[in-house]
């Protein structure tokens, strides 16, 4: 007998046009708790990736990208259509069911991704925006390296890391204080094979400016409405769903307690959610994060 067997609350909606044609995205939820097959699809799925916060994975299925939430929540992209679509939720139901079938027969990857979040990484960055890295803007290649579409390798001036773990340091111009970040391997684009003494030390020393450009807005669709979220908002909404507290994003975008209480209402009403966790599906979905 089958675990999982339908799907409900089922919404399409349109996203931007790729190639001429117009894209969508699907929100569903399956009748059951997967999250116990995350390490198992890890070990399965095409381009499987664990985050550990928040807890999602999203692997490609069919060329469709796919992001589950615990404990039943599925976000899906790059439709063209509401029959697609619909196919689609019946074939990731199949494919649960066949992993939860063949679990004895899978050995699980338990291994989570931490996101690097955006204002860490910009402590690390020129922010001079000199495109190098193939990126317009320093925030705009802080925002891929966060969501796993570029590898810290291609800053020039990104320091060296300093240990097998891939740990990178500098020392602010400012201040005494140094800043360190650990990344794994495959996100720095690098391999260290021998470190020496030199190596375990800062070995860069950068002018770090108190912020970078704000990101552009952008335009979504909900239930027939256009709306348009403001780049302030777009910074709100990636911390909020980085994990980051009222307070936190308060103190990393230099406002008050009440804007950012402001700016989430707003955030929520244009995209017609509820709470934090519906607003970081639809940041998923959009690659805002």
Request: aromatic share 10%; net charge neutral; charged share 25%.
């Amino acid at each position: 007998m089958n675990r999982f067997n339908n799907f409900f609350n089922f919404s399409l909606r349109a996203t931007s046009l790729k190639m001429g044609e117009r894209c969508w995205f699907s929100h569903f939820r399956i009748d059951g708790d997967f999250s116990g097959l995350f390490p198992f699809i890890q070990s399965t799925a095409n381009e499987a990736a664990y985050f550990e916060s928040p807890e999602h994975i999203r692997f490609r299925l069919e060329d469709v990208i796919c992001d589950l939430y615990p404990p039943d929540i599925v976000a899906s992209r790059f439709f063209y259509g509401r029959e697609q679509s619909l196919e689609f939720a019946q074939k990731l139901i199949d494919f649960l069911n066949e992993v939860e079938c063949c679990k004895s027969q899978i050995n699980p990857s338990f291994r989570k991704l931490s996101r690097v979040h955006v204002p860490d990484l910009l402590n690390f960055l020129p922010t001079t925006n000199c495109g190098e890295c193939g990126f317009r803007t320093c925030m705009a290649f802080a925002a891929a390296v966060s969501r796993r579409k570029a590898r810290l390798i291609a800053c020039t001036y990104f320091p060296k890391p300093v240990d097998a773990k891939i740990c990178f340091a500098v020392r602010d111009q400012h201040s005494e204080k140094i800043r360190t970040l650990e990344v794994d391997p495959q996100l720095a684009g690098v391999m260290i094979t021998n470190i020496d003494d030199a190596q375990s030390a800062p070995l860069q020393r950068l002018d770090v400016k108190e912020g970078a450009r704000r990101p552009t807005g952008i335009t979504g669709n909900c239930d027939g409405l256009i709306f348009k979220i403001t780049g302030r908002e777009a910074e709100v909404l990636r911390l909020l769903t980085e994990g980051f507290t009222n307070k936190e994003i308060a103190e990393i975008l230099k406002v008050s307690h009440n804007t950012v209480k402001s700016h989430i209402v707003h955030i929520f009403d244009k995209l017609g959610v509820n709470d934090r966790t519906q607003a970081a599906v639809w940041a998923a979905q959009n690659d805002l994060v």
